[in-house]
T-cell receptor
Framework: QQKVQQSPESLTVSEGAMASLNCTFS??????FRWYRQHSGKGLEVLVS????GEKEEGRFTAHLNRASLHVSLHIREPQPSDSAVYLC???????????FGTGTRLQVSP | DAGVTQTPRHEVAEKGQTIILKCEPV?????LFWYRQTKIQGLELLSY????????DGGAFKDRFKAEMLNSSFSTLKIQPTEPKDSAVYLC????????????FGPGTRLLVL
């Protein structure tokens, strides 16, 4: 059964400093990976979708995927207090509709 | 404790039909979300209720998608009329709210529109 481990559980960074979040997944049978953000009291919003090894940038958000090391990361450039939220990585399992979510990282960006 | 339940698990509809999907949130949860999930787009928020009040109605999905929450333990999502592009998995999630944001997802309803 596929699993996704997310780290750290919580992270505090200063405004303008790079924030880095990580996910390690249990095997490579996945179509794609996504990073979602959830602000308090809001639904999930997609930040970045990445389908192949390498890097994918969407504005200030950059995802890195390395299937060989079973690792996907999210880097937030110049984070702002409004980026304070819970960040979830999600793995789409090949040949199924199944999506496995990580446990989330609570990011706090201090002014 | 029962988690989020959704029915039916699978639905096949012809173009133009009306379908209603059902969701029962975790007992005691204040927030309820409806999402559409596809391989290409990932999760897209359709509706969000807080204490049975509609807080967000998903913008682009307004015209044919209508979610209702008649009581705190039951919600429906109506798609009328259905189109082939609506084929997707529809997920319902609930969270305690009141500062506790973790969303608990149901198993989803897989919809195929022919």
């Amino acid at each position: 059964q596929q699993k996704v481990q997310q780290s750290p559980e919580s992270l505090t960074v200063s405004e303008g400093a790079m924030a880095s979040l990580n996910c390690t997944f249990s095997d490579g049978t996945s179509d794609n990976f996504r990073w979602y953000r959830q602000h308090s009291g809001k639904g999930l919003e997609v930040l970045v979708s990445i389908f192949s090894d390498g890097e994918k940038e969407e504005g200030r958000f950059t995802a890195h995927l390395n299937r060989a090391s079973l690792h996907v990361s999210l880097h937030i450039r110049e984070p702002q207090p409004s980026d304070s939220a819970v960040y979830l990585c999600a793995m789409s399992v090949s040949n199924t509709d199944k999506v496995v979510f990580g446990t989330g990282t609570r990011l706090q960006v201090s002014p | 404790d029962a988690g989020v339940t959704q029915t039916p698990r699978h639905e096949v509809a012809e173009k133009g039909q009306t379908i209603i999907l059902k969701c029962e949130p975790v007992s005691g949860h204040n927030d309820l979300f409806w999402y559409r999930q596809t391989k290409i787009q990932g999760l897209e928020l359709l509706s969000y209720f807080r204490s049975k009040s509609l807080m967000e109605d998903g913008g682009a999905f307004k015209d044919r998608f209508k979610a209702e929450m008649l009581n705190s333990s039951f919600s429906t999502l109506k798609i009328q009329p259905t189109e082939p592009k609506d084929s997707a998995v529809y997920l319902c999630a609930s969270s305690p709210g009141l500062g506790e944001d973790t969303q608990y997802f149901g198993p989803g309803t897989r919809l195929l529109v022919l």
